[in-house]
């Protein structure tokens, strides 16, 4: 028997099938079904929007605004700027002063008070 013959795949093609209708879903079973999909990215976007927002909500609204953001903090200006913008004579309110070693050095020594003196002796 003779073997039989090698057909080419171009003699006979299928008929093109007609593609099933789609159902049109509704844009928030959609949505349901992303998230149950993606927890875990939905729910880490979720996590940093909210943490985002309470950080740029304390930059923009809850920090007190600098006179001159851009300009130099350290010196006379930035000084003379924080003694005019200070509310007069506060009660009860304890200041520092930063200042680097070099201008510590540089300062006279403030009187001894006879007071410190006293209680300071052996």
Do not use: C
């Not at 992303?34 to 909210?50: D, E, H, K, Q, T």
């Not at 909500?57 to 851009?70: D, E, K, R, T």
């Amino acid at each position: 028997m003779a073997p039989p013959k090698r057909k080419s795949p171009e003699t006979k093609k299928a008929p093109a099938r007609k593609a099933p209708a789609k159902r049109k879903r509704s844009a928030w079973l959609s949505g349901v079904s992303f998230i149950a999909r993606y927890p875990r990215l939905i729910s880490g976007v979720a996590i940093f929007s909210v943490v985002f927002s309470f950080v740029a909500a304390n930059a923009l609204w809850y920090q007190p605004h600098h006179p001159s953001p851009f300009m130099a903090t350290r010196g006379d200006a930035a000084a003379a700027v924080d003694a005019a913008r200070a509310p007069a004579a506060e009660t009860g309110v304890t200041t520092f002063r930063i200042q680097r070693e070099e201008d510590l050095a540089a300062q006279p020594k403030p009187a001894a008070s006879p007071l410190v003196a006293d209680m300071q002796k052996p």
